[in-house]
């Protein structure tokens, strides 16, 4: 599987904007796709991740409310809409994808697959 992020660009506090993940390859075998951000200095966090079949969805306690994972299947295209976008969401973003049934969506480990990462600034 090959996943490419992108979308990312500089706005400002309380814009919006929309990242794509775009997958290709083996495809098929996806199960979760997940959203992971990390800003300099920091350990690369959760954000979200979508169950490929679309019955699920989860999200950080940071960006509840505020972004919304969905996935185009006939596209293998999964979006992150971010509202409300604040200084500290300034990270790199990166969407990963996972061939595991069983274990924690929210980690790093869980994911078998990384795109390269888009880079997205907020401006107070």
């Known amino acids: 599987v090959q996943l490419q992020a992108f979308g990312g660009g500089l706005v400002q506090a309380g814009d919006s904007l929309r990242l794509s993940c775009a997958a290709s390859?083996?495809?098929?075998?996806?199960?979760?796709v997940g959203w992971f951000r990390q800003a300099p200095g920091k350990e690369r966090e959760f954000v979200g991740a979508?169950?490929?079949?679309?019955?699920?969805?989860y999200y950080g306690d940071s960006v509840k409310g505020r972004f919304t994972i969905s996935r185009d299947v006939a596209k293998n295209t999964v979006y992150l809409q971010m509202n409300s976008l604040k200084p500290e969401d300034t990270a790199i973003y990166y969407c990963?994808?996972?061939?595991?049934?069983?274990?924690?969506?929210?980690?790093?480990?869980?994911?078998?697959?990384w795109g390269q990462g888009t880079l997205v600034t907020v401006s107070s």
């Open positions: 990963a994808a996972s061939l595991q049934y069983s274990g924690s969506v929210y980690l790093t480990t869980y994911y078998n697959y």
């Open positions: 390859g083996r495809t098929f075998n996806t199960y979760v």
């Open positions: 979508i169950k490929w079949s679309g019955f699920s969805t």
